[in-house]
């Protein structure tokens, strides 16, 4: 099984360890691969760096965390452009959804939420995955 998580999922995911977006991004894990393109890896540096996590996660820590991800995920170069979400800094998981054939997206933000499913494609909320998967 593949998954595509969204910028936010993860972030919530390294800051708090108990919590649902954690426990999905680590059942992903045993379950499949995550996909990960350049643009979606790119946006995740820029924002675990912000210094306002400092006060959760050291520095260091995220820059590990992110050093596991990106060992694990499988990258893939996206061959489609997409236009179809609302939130055009959105459209890069669906770009990487649809060129990888992914079976799901996992993400809390109402802007992909609303188009599910996406090219039977499901976007679901880190719990709603957790039941489903």
């Excluded at 954690?22 to 379950?31: E, V």
């Amino acid at each position: 099984m593949k998954f595509v998580f969204d910028t936010n999922t993860i972030v919530s995911a390294l800051l708090l360890p108990d919590s649902k977006p954690r426990q999905a991004l680590d059942r992903a894990q045993d379950r499949g691969k995550i996909l990960i393109s350049m643009p979606a890896l790119l946006e995740l540096n820029e924002v675990i760096a912000r210094k306002k996590f400092d006060k959760y996660v050291s520095e260091k820590k995220r820059k590990e965390f992110l050093a596991t991800l990106v060992k694990q995920a499988e990258f893939l170069e996206v061959n489609e452009k997409i236009s179809d979400c609302r939130d055009a800094k959105d459209n890069k998981f669906l770009e990487l959804a649809v060129s990888g054939e992914v079976d799901c997206i996992i993400s809390g933000d109402g802007d992909l939420l609303v188009l599910h499913p996406f090219r039977g494609i499901s976007i679901l909320q880190p719990g709603e995955f957790l039941k489903q998967f």
